[in-house]
């Protein structure tokens, strides 16, 4: 199983920013897709997660700005990251094969995202 994440780099606050992640080596239309980030210093946590029928959870400080959507035909989960803020930075990892309520077992090798002046 393969997971690229790709999309990360530097911009200032307030702008946005849209990541990708393709996926092979998985039946990717029967997988939960997942972003999460980690910050120096801090332990990963859930950004977004996106159902096998679209149904999409968000961590409550992204709530309203970033969106995961998929696409099934080209094995590629996004996040669309608006009014970005300082603390968004981190590095974005993709992860599948868990559930809305489960981290799976598959990551990719992160995308690292600055957001800064």
């Known amino acids: 199983v393969q997971l690229q994440a790709s999309g990360g780099g530097l911009v200032q606050p307030g702008g946005s920013l849209t990541i990708s992640c393709a996926a092979s080596?998985?039946?990717?239309?029967?997988?939960?897709m997942g972003w999460f980030r980690q910050a120096p210093g801090k332990q990963r946590e859930l950004v977004a997660v996106?159902?096998?029928?679209?149904?999409?959870r968000y961590a409550d400080s992204v709530s309203g700005r970033f969106a995961i959507s998929r696409d099934n035909g080209k094995n590629t989960v996004f996040l669309q990251m608006n009014s970005l803020k300082p603390e968004d930075t981190a590095v974005y990892y993709c992860?599948?094969?868990?559930?809305?309520?489960?981290?799976?077992?598959?990551w990719g090798q992160g995308t690292q995202v600055t957001v800064s002046s």
């Open positions: 992860n599948a094969g868990g559930s809305l309520t489960r981290v799976g077992s598959y």
């Open positions: 080596g998985i039946i990717f239309r029967d997988n939960v």
């Open positions: 996106i159902s096998r029928g679209g149904i999409k």
